[in-house]
């Protein structure tokens, strides 16, 4: 991933207070990173920093559109984006990721870098069979798609068993 700045925050200097940052996300965005999956969009990315003692906590709102190749056709479509997400950074003794919306970053960190975690919340906007639009309300070709999966434990075999079970297992069965 190339580095472009302008997708740093500078946290170290910033008061204890919320604070309000958009960003334009075209192809140039999309181009900083080593991927197939979007070359280009036009979005716009609000993000709302509130920065206390302890922790920040970043708000994220993205809308626009990317451009997609279609899976059935291989045209080119817009698909449109409304992403909202929340990451929690908390200060600590070393850099870590917690979880996947908490990190932790020590107190003497001067920039939180962004533009990756904007990639990532755009990316999993995307939906897993990309259609054009023409195609998204015909009929799924799987006609068994939609049915219900049943699980059970019980095989054919076991019913057919002729052998004696052993009786605390027949005592844990009665249990319910």
């Not at 449109?80 to 600590?92: E, K, S, T």
């Not at 990316?123 to 069979?129: S, Y």
């Amino acid at each position: 991933m190339k580095k472009d700045a302008q997708f740093d925050l500078a946290i170290a200097k910033l008061a204890f207070k919320t604070h309000h940052f958009a960003f334009e996300l075209g192809r140039a965005f999309f181009e900083q990173f080593d991927q197939s999956l979007i070359q280009e969009g036009d979005l716009h990315a609000d993000l709302d920093l509130t920065k206390t003692d302890r922790l920040l906590t970043l708000d994220f709102h993205i809308k626009g559109t990317v451009r997609l190749t279609c899976d059935r056709s291989l045209e080119e479509f817009d698909q449109p984006i409304d992403v909202q997400h929340q990451l929690l950074v908390r200060y600590g003794d070393q850099d870590l990721e917690l979880d996947e919306d908490v990190f932790q970053i020590t107190p003497d960190t001067q920039t939180l870098p962004v533009a990756q975690h904007l990639f990532d919340y755009i990316g999993l906007a995307i939906p897993m069979k990309k259609l054009h639009p023409r195609f998204q309300n015909e009929p799924d070709e799987n006609p068994e798609a939609d049915s219900k999966l049943i699980f059970s434990t019980r095989s054919d075999a076991d019913e057919n068993d002729d052998e004696p079970s052993d009786p605390r297992w027949d005592a844990l069965r009665n249990l319910n």
